[in-house]
């Protein structure tokens, strides 16, 4: 399989071209990511996921960089004007970018100046200035003076000139690459707030006056910058200095020792390009790319923090009673069997009805054996948690407070509504809240990942690049689990590799109608599940009871026949294998590589025969939070406290510590060591300790530290001392390229209940 691109990809990734070869070719024939990292390893030498989609997606890159060149040899052949140096150029122009560039002379554009001018007959008189020869301008430019095509004066000529050159200078590719290069390398986010705006953009007001240098701002700032602008807060600029691109267009252009009048007819031309025509095309381009870049980081961001906050570590199935906090409206109350089944639902108000609350737990945990309570960690939370945790229920009985984001959301949701049409949006509520404890995985992939709030931005970038890396994280958690194939819901099985909505509702279909899945091979009877959706979903599919142990584990059918032959070899079963490691120990995998099977595949087969089904995710751990300290009020500096990170971002991280408000630990707190990116230090969902820096109860922020007390108290020192120094509040200019020593995070969506506008000052 030959593909001029192959070479360049293996390149790019440090890979062989073989195994790009590979890949692209089982991507081509409909093979998803999950099962190409898991069960293709002898095709592609074993790459792993992240690889995997770097080829999928530099390829789609590359064959639509192909589809664009060929449209623009057709356009330019159409017009006649398609010569071998061109077509040569067109042909090896390797971005985009390069691609337009080459194109720009020759793509259909309305009329222009120069159009109007060539349309007089100027453009000779333009070619011969543009060439810089020495003759006489003013009698050269008489003789183009032709009142019946609109030139009446030499002047009138010599300025359609210039717009014929000005056209000239801005198409050149090489003028274009200066500009390029210059404006990302020199350009400046050079931000004012728009008169008359100042009191209405009060949440903008750190950028009021701010410059930066476009390369180095943080992909935050750059998305709250833009922000600002396009809700008409903020004026932005991002173009560099003048005169230095004024200079390297000159350079280009303006012959040395050339006619005095000619030479300043030719930087008459180049100043109106620039400024006219070249300026906003690059800067357009260049706050394009910045945008590009800094949707990539955000993107990223959100993607590492979901995938973590779907790999939590689950409760398991257990009997579970949840509660969804509300004193004034009560505390809905549900209970779940282990399967997360919707047994019984109630509500109670202990502040109000104390002894009767108690007595409603008291008889549901009792009477449907709870476990576990789980505790929405919304408004009261820790009200509740105090109650349960007051009425003498057995210490066996798991309390355990659960990240509630989204679940409202799921309540109002279509999904909510099929599982539950006779029940109301707060019962739904509260099962969502249970379930969560008991397997997060399959309770978060109903909602929208956008909605579940471990995001920065996610409505300021790409929304179509946002979702493709979503699904990707979501699709690759799900198949790493593993899924259950007689409980999982639609939703669930349709990110099983290879199924999707469709054949997911199938599954559901046949199994109310057949009644439980005995054996994998009976997915083969589900409508419209053919032998490539077989092949590609079955080994992440798991039946727990079949007769065939091998159906719960991880071994794809395909392999079967190995194991088998192993456990043959051994005079055992299947079944003696799985449960017995001396003889798994017996079994030499050499023996049974084939031309398709090699040592990659085998070595995961006797993996999965010593734990078969086993879930990758964290063992379960109950965070306790400090008890006494249930609201910001409750706050104090130096209060030591336990929390759970609820989100990561490029300048930090927030952590509950049961308050109902999350606080931040800021980057330059997250550690005593220089920290470059905070996914170094934590994880959403991470258990930590923090201690409380600083509260501002008025305006809700509570800012953290992870650094210990020595490291909190120098922090302290530094930001007296800068106080002392910064006596003014407004930010002072820092100048290009350096990062002001006060950052404001813009809110958005879940940011409006975790910090605000995140004005405070940040010591470095």
Known sequence: MNNPHFPKIAQELNITEHQVAATALLLDEGAT?????????????????????????????????????????????????????????????????????????????????????????????GEKIFAQEDFDLIAEAKKF????????????????????????????????????????????????????????AKKYMDYFDWEEAVQEAPSHRVLAIRRGEKEGMLS???????????????????????????????????????????????????????????????????????????????????????????????CKVVCLDPQGKLLKHDVIFPDRRRTEAMATIHDLCKKYDVQAIAIGNGTASRETEAFIRSIGLSKEVLVVMVNESGASI???????????????????????????????????????????GVGQYQHDVDQTALKKSLDDVVESSVNKVGVEVNTASKQLLTYVSGLGPVLAQNIIEYRNENGAFKSRAELKKVKRLGNKAFEQAAGFLRIGDAPNPLDASAVHPESYPIVEQMAKDLGCSVTDLMKDDKLRQQIDPKKYVTDTVGLPTLNDILQ????????????????????????????????????????????????????HQDGLVHISELSNTFVSDPNEVVKVQQKVEVMVLDVDVERKRIQLTMKGEAGAADTAKRRNNKDRKNKPQNRRKDGVGNKSKKEEEVPEGDFNSKLAALKAKFGK
């Open 236 to 330: 932005l600029d991002t173009s560099p200095e003048e005169e230095e691109a004024l200079q390297k267009l000159a350079h280009r252009f303006v012959k040395e020792g050339s006619n005095a009048e000619n030479t300043e007819q030719m930087e008459l031309a180049v100043k109106d390009a620039y400024k006219r025509l070249l300026k906003s095309s690059m800067e357009t381009e260049v706050r394009l790319k910045a945008k590009k870049k800094a949707d990539s980081e955000a993107i990223q961001v959100f993607a590492d923090n979901l995938r973590e906050l779907l790999l939590a570590a689950p409760l398991g199935q257990k009997a579970v009673l949840a509660i969804d906090p509300g004193f004034r409206t009560g």
């Open 608 to 659: 999965e025969l010593a734990k078969p089904g086993r879930d990758p995710r964290a063992k379960f751990e109950v965070v306790e939070f400090a008890e006494g300290v249930n609201t910001i009020e409750d706050l104090k500096t130096g209060m030591k406290l336990n929390g759970v990170v609820t989100n990561v971002t490029k300048f930090g991280a927030f952590v509950d510590i049961g308050v």
């Open 410 to 452: 799921y309540s109002a949701s279509e999904v909510a509504r099929e599982e539950f049409p006779d029940e109301d949006i707060t019962v739904r509520g509260s099962v969502s809240i249970g379930r969560r404890l008991m397997d997060p995985l399959a309770e978060l992939v109903k909602l929208d990942p956008k909605s579940i």
């Open 33 to 125: 990511i999950p099962f190409i990292a898991r069960y293709r390893k002898e095709a592609t030498g074993s790459l792993n996921e992240v690889v995997i989609a770097q080829i999928r997606d530099r390829l789609t890159q590359l064959r639509d960089l192909d589809k664009r060149r060929e449209a623009i040899l057709k356009s330019i052949e159409e017009q006649g004007k398609l010569t071998p140096e061109l077509k040569k150029k067109i042909e090896a122009a390797e971005t985009m970018t390069a691609l337009e560039d080459l194109y720009l002379p020759y793509k259909p554009k309305k009329r222009t100046r120069a159009t109007i001018a060539r349309e007089k007959g100027l453009e000779p008189l």
């Open 145 to 200: 003076i032709d009142p019946e095509k609109g030139v009446n004066t030499e002047e009138e000529a010599l300025a359609g000139a210039r717009d014929i050159i000005a056209e000239k200078v801005n198409e050149d590719v090489e003028a274009r690459a200066t500009m390029r290069d210059l404006f990302w390398k020199k350009g400046a986010y050079t931000v004012k707030v728009i008169p008359g705006k100042e009191e209405e």
